[in-house]
């Protein structure tokens, strides 16, 4: 079967992706631009936050200082000062004109303040008389303690909901409603929502007529209007129930296409042929597990079988690994790489950082032992040879590499997005494991099958735990294996809660106990949120992202403690007697590398970093760790930065420190973390708080997500109805040779390619 064609195949999609400005003029399809707004299609997907009537009013009591607003309020009061003609004692008034009035939501008032020339205050105060309803749009500030909008735009609402004039600046006072609903848009300062509903019109204009893309049966089983209907119930409705059939529609559309891709990929991947890459008996696997310390647990056993059976298969296994931090992921997929090698066939590891890729490198060759010396004198029976490829290696380094994976020396292949460049080619690639699934897009996989003579086989592995809802919208291409197990030997790992503010003793008293697990012969990890103080919030330059979040007052809380900072002053300070080490995304290759090796070594006794260290590193020494600014970080890097210690016989403590008020949402985050290590419990925790948030986007971060409408949490049910329609399209067109089901796809595919275009 072939890809679904790139680019727009019918007149429908064609239209959507016309630019925006060719519709609304330049000048305002510029100002677009910061809504990320391009497109007809971008703008038709852009929706009101809510609709009010011309009888409703806005909850004035809700603004803040700081806020950008429109509210929909009546006037109660108007009166303009320093107007010519009026007397300052001297005569005419020297001072600015200016004009004051007072909206009400009937509970609570709100200031308005306007200067300019006498006959604009004229104009505005003729428009603002008592009783008069508009929606007024400006920036929150306080003023003699009072809130007030100073010069606001505003429009003013009749009772039917038509809007009849205002001030709105450098634009006409033309009428943009005809209809009883007034849907109140995400705006910016110099895009205001009235603005945005003329451009929706104006659009929906340019879209009339345009002919559904889905086939009708698949409407008419999913119960949704057409499309024209829908765009048309949104942004002009006449009832609230008209908006929410047109959402429904839209909702089910982003179902729909992303399950429609999904069961693409798994009809192609069905469809392609593999080379089967069955285990062999007395090859290296056997090799390998005869040398192992230590007994499998149940599920690597089980998902073990389930991978090597798929290996042996004549198509490409497709198979996702999640598990709990420290569940024996890396072992599982190391095996399935020498079952691959004994059948004549090589394996690449495709790790989202540098840290990660040496420590795959360093562990795997640590596991291997002689096994890892092919091509050596002395080397083990049936032994390969594991090289690392990173980009910052030297031209001589990056070239050796290159030449054992071409030749096919190499067995194993680890390496960062170094792997997925041009000049890099395997001799005989079989098996490519792709680990932190979500810093990966699809694009990437492509990328590295592409370098296969037959396509490979993919495991891909994920540290965090995905609920079956993130599951089936994000990895629906991919079975999925669960190890839920820990190995044997894990020690517990206790989580306290450090209000550093109320109590900041309590952080000495951290310092201190870091000082009792060293002199016990333990080591210790301190995480910061940041590497420089210079860093501004919320704008990291480290191979990681870190959630910000603004719980404190109108400008967020204090900048969070960088570990330049926090290194500094231990060293200087209450760990001054011990071996204090820094590590973080920006040092140099070899600096990072180094910093890794002496702390696994055991000659650094405390590690500050950055959640560089968040997956892979393994230090089984390592019994505490502090977090600083813990509010600053997801429950997800929480739970895995906290995997990083205990993962020895020695008991650990993780600290988390923080200034979150009690009853904050980061103060839930953090207390969830610290009751339980059900990093299963965990991920449902996550997704309720942030909903989909980052889950379904490039990294933990918290970044918003990148769906527009649907909610895996309150939309299961239009998921699972999404996911049976697309596997019939697809068992009746698995070449989508329908020209609506084609764009459906390759919007996805072009908004995945986008994505990792944008994180590369």
């Known amino acids: 079967m072939s890809a679904p064609p790139r680019g727009w195949q019918s007149d429908t999609y ?21 809504l990320k707004i391009n497109t007809v299609g971008d703008l038709m997907y852009h929706l009101p936050r809510r609709y009010m009537s011309g009888g409703e009013l806005s909850d004035l009591s809700l603004l803040e200082p700081g806020e950008e607003v429109a509210v929909l309020a009546e006037v109660v009061h108007c009166r303009a000062y320093n107007m010519p003609g009026e007397s300052d004692g001297g005569g005419w008034s020297a001072r600015k004109p200016r004009l004051e009035a007072q909206v009400t939501d009937h509970k609570g008032t709100l200031s308005l303040a306007f200067f300019g020339a006498p006959h604009m205050i004229r104009y505005w105060q003729n428009q603002l008389t008592p009783g008069a309803r508009g929606i007024f749009a400006g920036k929150v500030k306080e003023f003699n303690r009072q809130l007030q909008l100073a010069h606001p735009d505003f429009v003013l609402v009749g009772a039917d909901g038509e809007m009849v004039g205002g001030a709105r600046r450098n634009e006409d006072m033309a009428a943009v409603s005809q209809h009883a609903l007034i849907g109140l848009y995400p705006a910016t300062a110099k895009l205001r929502t009235w603005t945005i509903a003329e451009s929706a019109a104006l659009a929906l204009d340019f879209l009339s007529g345009i002919e559904d893309p889905l086939p009708e049966s698949v409407r008419s089983a999913a119960g949704v209007v057409d ?11 006449q009832l609230r129930s008209d908006a929410e059939l047109g959402k429904k529609r839209l909702r089910f559309d982003e179902a729909f296409g992303m399950q429609l891709t999904m069961a693409h990929r798994r009809a192609d991947a069905a469809a392609r042929g593999a080379v089967p890459r069955p285990p062999r008996r007395g090859g290296l696997l056997d090799a390998f597990d005869a040398r192992l310390p230590f007994t499998l647990t149940e599920g690597q056993v089980e998902v073990s079988e ?113 792997l997925l ?56 291409d991919l079975e999925v294996s669960t190890l839920r197990q820990l190995p044997a030997g894990r020690a517990d790992v206790s989580t306290v809660v450090v209000d550093s503010r109320r109590n900041p003793g309590w952080v000495d008293r951290a310092w201190q106990r870091i000082r009792e697990e060293v002199a016990a012969g333990r080591q210790a990890y301190v995480v910061c949120a940041r590497i420089s103080s210079d860093d501004k919030p919320g704008n990291q330059a480290d191979d990681e992202e870190i959630l910000v979040e603004a719980d404190e007052g109108p400008d967020g809380p204090p900048p969070a403690a960088a570990a330049e900072d926090v290194f500094a002053e231990l060293s200087n300070g209450p760990l001054k007697d011990l071996q204090v080490d820094l590590l973080h995304g920006r040092l140099p290759s070899e600096d990072k590398e180094a910093a890794m090796s002496r702390f696994a070594s055991g000659k650094t006794d405390v ?17 505490v760790m502090v977090i600083c600014d813990a509010d600053r970080f997801g429950i997800s890097q929480l739970h895995q930065l906290r995997g990083r210690i ?9 600290l988390l420190l923080t200034t979150a008020p009690d009853g904050s949402l980061a103060r839930e985050r953090l207390d969830a973390v610290a009751a339980t290590r059900d990093g299963f419990s965990l991920a449902e925790v996550d997704l309720e708080q942030r909903r989909e948030g980052d889950v379904l986007g490039a990294s933990q971060s918290g970044r918003r997500s990148s769906l527009r409408l649907l909610r895996v949490l309150s939309d299961a049910d239009v998921i699972l109805q999404a996911r049976a329609l697309a596997d019939q399209c697809v068992a009746e067109d698995p070449d989508l040779t329908t020209p609506g089901l084609a764009d459906a796809v390759a919007q996805i595919e072009l908004q995945a390619a986008g994505e990792w275009l944008e994180r590369t």
């Open 421 to 476: 460049s041009a000049d890099v080619q395997f001799a005989e690639l079989g098996l490519v494991v792709v680990d932190e699934q979500h810093r990966f897009g699809v694009e990437q996989r492509a990328a590295l099958n592409a370098k296969a003579s037959s396509r490979p086989h993919v495991l891909v592995m994920t540290a965090t735990p995905i609920p079956r809802s993130v599951a089936m919208t994000t990895f629906g």
């Open 306 to 418: 389930e991978i090597m059976t798929e290996l042996a298969q004549p198509h490409p296994m497709q198979r996702l690994l999640q598990g709990e931090v420290g569940s024996g992921k890396t072992l599982v997929a190391v095996r399935a790489m020498l079952a691959v090698i004994d059948a004549k066939g090589q394996a690449a590891l495709l790790a989202p950082t540098e840290v990660l890729a040496g420590q795959h490198f360093s562990t795997i060759s640590r596991l291997l032992g002689d096994l890892a010396d092919g091509g050596m004198l002395g080397a083990a029976e049936h032994a390969t040879r594991v090289v690392l490829l990173t980009g910052s290696m030297n031209t001589s380094q990056r070239r050796e590499a290159m030449l054992r994976a071409a030749s096919g020396e190499a067995g194993i292949v680890i390496g960062t997005h170094a």
């Open 607 to 623: 590690l500050v970093a950055t959640t560089v260290i968040e997956v892979g590193v393994d230090v089984p020494n390592a019994s």
């Open 646 to 654: 205990g993962r020895g016989g020695h008991a650990g403590v993780c």
């Open 227 to 237: 499309l024209e209907t829908a765009f048309r119930s949104i942004h002009r409705p």
């Open 14 to 34: 064609r239209r959507l992706g016309t630019r925006l400005d060719s519709v609304v003029g330049a000048k305002t399809g510029k100002q677009f631009a910061a």
